[in-house]
């Protein structure tokens, strides 16, 4: 299966499960166009304008998250199993970590392989603020963030994952 199709699929299973009220109300022509879509007859900005007519019609309804209150503390970051599989969504949980200065961040490797937690600037280049040993299954690794801003880290035995940890 390619991607587009996967993702037609998905997007069939949102309409029609997750708003079934309104499914009724999607128009044929941006059901049209996204059969068009994975057929490759129309370009991926064409069928994103389709689906953005749903969402400004509210056929989708898009609900906004309310701001997360920052931990604080004492936080974690699990490394969840699957996490190294470049195609898992397995990544950070949460993703992007968010906390208040003087909070503890503690990543717990809840996978079955090695993981590092390495600090790196928003380019990749590594910087050296915080570098973990290879964590096993079950080992942790704490720092403690006593300034705000935008954190970024990744794996070096995996280093195409990578998360934040933001600090208010
Ligand atoms: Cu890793």
Redesign the pocket.
């Given at each position: 299966m390619n991607n587009k199709i996967a993702f037609f699929s998905i997007f069939v299973v949102f309409l029609f499960a997750a708003n079934l009220a309104h499914a009724e109300s999607v128009p044929d022509w941006v059901k049209n166009t996204a059969k068009f879509w994975t057929e490759g007859k129309i370009t991926d900005t064409e069928f994103l304008n389709a689906i953005k007519f749903l969402i400004e019609k509210n056929i989708i309804q898009v609900e906004a998250k309310p701001a997360a209150k920052p931990a604080s503390g004492v936080a974690n970051v699990v490394?969840p199993n699957g996490?190294?599989e470049v195609g898992n969504a397995g990544f950070y949980i949460p993703l992007n970590l968010q906390v208040t200065s003087g909070t503890t961040v503690v990543w717990i490797n809840d996978d079955n392989?090695?993981?590092?937690v390495q600090s790196q600037d928003e380019k990749g280049n590594v910087v050296s603020l915080f570098n973990s040993k290879a964590l096993k299954t079950g080992e942790r690794f704490a720092y403690k963030f006593t300034e705000s801003g935008v954190y970024h880290y990744f794996?070096t035995?995996?280093p195409w994952?990578v998360g934040l940890v933001t600090v208010y």
């Open positions: 490394i996490n190294a392989i090695h993981h590092t794996c035995i995996h994952r």
